[in-house]
C-alpha cells in the first residue's frame, strides 16, 4: 500500500464512487485512499500459477476463486456506508464457497471471503502481515485460511482458523513441499506455485576486511 492519493476523508460509498470510475485500483483504510503499485514480473507469474492452480481443483465444488480485480470489504462499514472505519481491499486471489455476499447491488464488493491468498512485496509486506490480517481475522468470520506467499524465495505461510480467533500457522519453505488447504481440499505445490520463477541470488561475497 503506497501513501495516500488524497487527504480528505471519504466514506465507503464515497470511495466506491471514486473507484468504480477508476482505470487504477485503490485500497480504502479508515477514511483514506491508497493507490496501489504495480506488480513485479515474479508477482505476476505467481499470481497466475496459483489461479491455475487451485482454480482446476475446484473444478465441480462450491467453491471458486476470483482474481485480485474483486474487492473484500472489512469493518464497520459493513453495518453503515457512512461509516470511515473500515478497509476495502484487493486481495491477489479470494475463493468464494456457497452464493457470494456483497456490499450493494453492485455486486463487486465481497463480505464472505472463505480464503484469501496475498502475494508479499516489499512495500506491502508489513501490513500484509499486521494491520490487513488482523482486519480480516476481526471483520471477516467466514474467513478459514490466510495465506500469504513470498516472491523473494520459495516460502508459504499458513494461517487456518479453528475457532473463533484461534488460529494455527504453518509454513513449506522449500520447492518439494506442499500446502495443504483442508477448508477448500486443495493442495499448494510449491513447484507449480513457482513455476518459471526466478529468484534474487544471494550476496555470498565475503565482507571487506576493515
Avoid at 480528505?8 to 485503490?26: F, G, K, M, N, V
Amino acid at each position: 500500500m503506497s501513501l495516500p492519493k488524497t487527504e480528505p476523508l471519504y466514506t465507503i460509498e464515497e470511495y466506491l464512487a471514486i473507484e468504480r470510475q477508476s482505470e487504477e485500483r485503490h485500497e480504502y483504510l479508515d477514511g483514506l485512499i491508497y493507490a496501489m503499485a504495480g506488480e513485479s514480473p515474479a508477482h505476476g507469474d505467481i499470481c497466475v500459477n496459483l489461479i491455475h492452480e487451485i482454480s482446476t481443483q475446484l473444478r465441480g465444488t462450491p467453491c471458486r476463486v476470483w482474481t485480485k480485480d474483486a474487492k473484500v470489504l472489512s469493518g464497520s462499514t459493513i453495518r453503515s456506508s457512512r461509516s470511515m472505519k473500515g478497509m476495502s481491499s484487493y486481495p491477489d486471489l479470494v475463493v468464494v464457497c456457497g452464493e457470494p455476499k456483497f456490499f450493494d447491488q453492485r455486486r463487486d464488493v465481497l463480505l464472505n471471503p472463505q480464503v484469501i491468498i496475498a502475494v508479499l512485496s516489499p512495500s506491502t509486506e508489513l501490513f500484509d502481515r499486521g494491520g490487513k490480517f488482523r482486519r480480516y481475522l476481526r471483520y471477516n468470520p467466514t474467513l478459514t485460511d490466510y495465506v500469504l506467499v513470498s516472491q523473494l524465495l520459495p516460502a508459504i505461510d499458513h494461517y487456518r482458523r479453528l475457532s473463533g480467533d484461534e488460529w494455527v500457522y504453518t509454513t513449506a519453505d522449500n520447492l518439494e513441499g506442499n500446502l495443504s488447504l483442508s477448508s477448500i481440499d486443495c493442495v499448494l505445490r510449491l513447484s507449480e506455485v513457482y513455476d518459471r520463477v526466478t529468484f534474487p541470488e544471494e550476496d555470498n561475497e565475503p565482507e571487506d576486511e576493515q
